[in-house]
């Protein structure tokens, strides 16, 4: 018997969520948002969190964060999220001398029942971690969305969203989509059985919109070098480097620079501190601020509100810009994915490396931080002076954009990064597009297929229909790794249609008087013969790997209360994953056929891709 | 675990671990002689939210202590 189909049995008979739709009305519903992780991932939550409720704003939230995450975020936390609820088990806690198992339980037992008491109709785990997955599990609510447990002590994930980040988000670099549109997909599926008409086309331009701030001073920077972790931030030489070359920069006398960290900041990196505070005494002592470790978190907020641009790495600094609509500049390197981190909203900047070891996990091991290097100070300023020096950005379509850029910016640094500006397409979601020159051999084939995903997940999910031009592909290499692909789709599709195959035996068997258990046996057998082949697969074909990995865990939480419902569900699902593959494949079809006349011409390699132009098209 | 209480919240578990280990080992046993039984029996058991509540704090644990390293 496959083990993914008895699993499964096993535990729909107590957990049947997607199946009970006894939901109450909109604006009587009480939502419990989990998220446990970081600052920034708290951040992320909450402008998800905020555009939802700009919607539908009678639903009731509550928040259930880690107290030294969320806590410093009170006060903006308080503004959407009727009640908060703090996980208070920080390291110290656990030292404690007088701590026993039975106080440590009761605390949880209280920490719990407070929480029931607010009858939630459904629990969100936003946070895809072990802890978060029994946290959720041990909240009573009618609907669950996000990582749980079964009885049985296996993961079950509800929602196509979170079946998205599980299979696509936490397995390497191929999301197309921004955490908070991630974020805000899944909390709109706890709603949508009711608003079946687009009701996920949340209205995100006109949050933004209704954003005004009438405090900023448009000559102040906000500059943030510092990030969570070693990986995501460069040493402080390269900060001091790029500040000199701001101050000294004579068109740039009209801006000053306001540096902010954490006191942790302050204590870990002295030599920066001291650096700051000599160039402050000694020269720029009006245009160049030092308040690292002075602002809690709320004035911190303040700080970055009252600015016109936030310069740092991916930390909660940008995420904190991005709620108050402050435009960014980041500087994405290590485990960084920008599609997925860039500060939300229009018109923020992200530059990334081009090393082809980029982007890595946080386990990653790393001594040399190549990618660093990419991303120069050079290359920040060149940018900086580029962007300030821009009159109005946003009356600016994406093709002059790129010429002023090219012309702005030397084309040494331009080599070894890539530059992104943000958008929101016609779906309100946010999209990255590329505006530097220089064609990126080693990511070109994966910016196309993240186009190709942003497509097809965004139509399967929400049913959005996004127009993007085909490519146009002008390298040979490229042209010759989508027709590999091609061959790739064909496999998985023959695969697809194995599993389509037993399946439907399967269902035959159970429809006779008397089925044979050997054949049913059987059947199981190759079944889970044929989800291992897929598996396999991915290593050959890595840009079908969201493809393969999705449909495998759609695969491992198969619907269904007994094994017919099961085998069901498991044609359906081989059904649906060949129609993908589909849509790939044309796809590809039609992105060959366009550049084949390419292969007839002249060796003109280096192009922009057409895919980078939609931004003014939508 | 390298504290008293993360030494603790493994002992309880291990000792519903036990428990459970008897009663899947008996349920092992009706399934062999059951065929027309078709599901896993080897799955750990976690209906009880006692045992839940240990999973939850031991994971926490780890993850806080991970954390902050």
Known sequence: ?618 | MNTKIGDEILNAINSIKEIKQKNINLHLKTCTNDSNHIRSCNSEDVSDPEYLELLFLASLYDEEIKESD
């Open chain 1, 1 to 618: 018997m496959n083990s993914s189909l008895h699993h499964k049995d096993t535990y729909f008979e107590e957990q049947s969520f997607q199946d009970l739709v006894d939901l109450k009305a909109e604006d009587q519903k009480t939502i419990a948002i989990i998220q446990i992780s970081r600052m920034g991932d708290v951040l992320q939550t909450i402008l998800a969190t905020k555009i939802f409720k700009s919607s539908f704003p009678n639903t009731n939230f509550i928040f259930i964060g880690r107290i030294q995450f969320a806590k410093p975020f009170e006060f903006i936390l308080k503004e959407t999220f009727n009640h908060i609820y703090y996980v208070n088990f920080p390291k110290h806690y656990w030292n404690l001398n007088d701590l026993t198992l039975d106080k440590l339980k009761s605390k949880l037992k209280l920490f719990l029942s407070s929480i029931e008491e607010h009858n939630i109709d459904s629990v969100v785990n936003l946070t895809f971690s072990k802890s978060s997955s029994y946290l959720a599990t041990l909240i009573s609510s009618k609907h669950k969305f996000g990582l749980i447990r079964n009885s049985s002590n296996n993961l079950l994930i509800g929602g196509k969203w979170s079946k998205f980040v599980y299979s696509n988000v936490m397995t390497g670099d191929f999301s197309p989509f921004n955490l908070v549109d991630v974020f805000k997909n899944i909390l709109t599926e706890t709603i949508e059985e009711q608003n079946s008409n687009n009701s996920h086309q949340l209205k995100t331009n006109n949050f933004f919109q209704s954003i005004s701030n009438t405090n900023i001073n448009q000559y102040k920077i906000i500059v943030h070098p510092f990030a969570s972790h070693s990986k995501k931030f460069w040493k402080s030489s390269y900060w001091q480097q790029l500040i000199k070359m701001l101050l000294e920069d004579e068109h740039l006398s009209i801006y000053s620079f306001v540096v902010v960290g954490s006191l942790n900041d302050k204590k870990n990196y002295l030599e920066f501190n001291n650096f700051l505070d000599n160039y402050i005494t000694n020269t720029f002592s009006n245009r160049l601020i030092n308040k690292i470790g002075i602002l809690d978190m709320q004035e911190l907020s303040d700080e970055i509100n009252t600015s016109s641009l936030f310069l740092g790495h991916d930390s909660m600094g940008g995420h904190l810009a991005a709620i108050h609509k402050v435009p960014t500049i980041t500087i994405s390197i290590g485990s960084v994915r920008a599609h997925e981190t860039t500060p939300y909203g229009e018109n923020n900047f992200n530059l990334v490396p081009k090393t082809t070891c980029f982007p890595c996990f946080p386990d990653t091991p790393c001594s040399n931080y190549i990618c660093h290097l990419d991303v120069s100070p050079e290359l920040i300023f060149y940018f900086v002076h580029a962007l300030l020096s821009l009159e109005n950005l946003e009356s600016n379509e994406i093709k002059t954009l790129y010429s002023y850029f090219t012309q702005k910016i030397p084309s040494t640094y331009l080599k070894t990064s890539n530059i992104y500006q943000s958008y929101f397409s016609n779906n309100g979601m946010q999209t990255l597009s590329l505006v530097n020159t220089e064609i990126d051999f080693r990511t070109e084939t994966l910016n196309i297929f993240k186009n190709f995903y942003n497509i097809l997940w965004s139509f399967l999910f929400n049913d959005d229909d996004i127009t993007s031009p085909i490519p146009e592909i002008k390298c040979k290499k490229i042209f010759n790794e989508l027709k590999e692909y091609l061959i790739g789709l064909k496999y998985v599709s023959d695969v697809n249609s194995f599993g389509e195959k037993y399946s439907l035996l399967l269902l035959e068997e159970f429809e006779i008087a008397t089925p044979n258990i050997a054949v049913i046996k059987e059947y199981s057998k190759k079944i889970q013969e044929i989800d291992k082949l897929a598996l396999d697969l991915k290593f050959k074909y890595p840009m079908l790997s969201p493809l393969i990995d999705y449909y495998h865990v759609c695969k491992g939480n198969l619907k269904g209360n007994n094994i017919i419902q099961m085998a069901t569900s498991s044609l359906l699902n081989f059904k649906e994953a060949k129609y993908s593959v589909n849509i790939l494949k044309e796809f590809i079809e039609k992105t060959l056929d366009r550049s084949r006349k390419n292969f007839y011409s002249e060796n003109n390699w280096i192009i922009r891709p057409e895919i980078n132009s939609t931004r003014s098209e939508s």
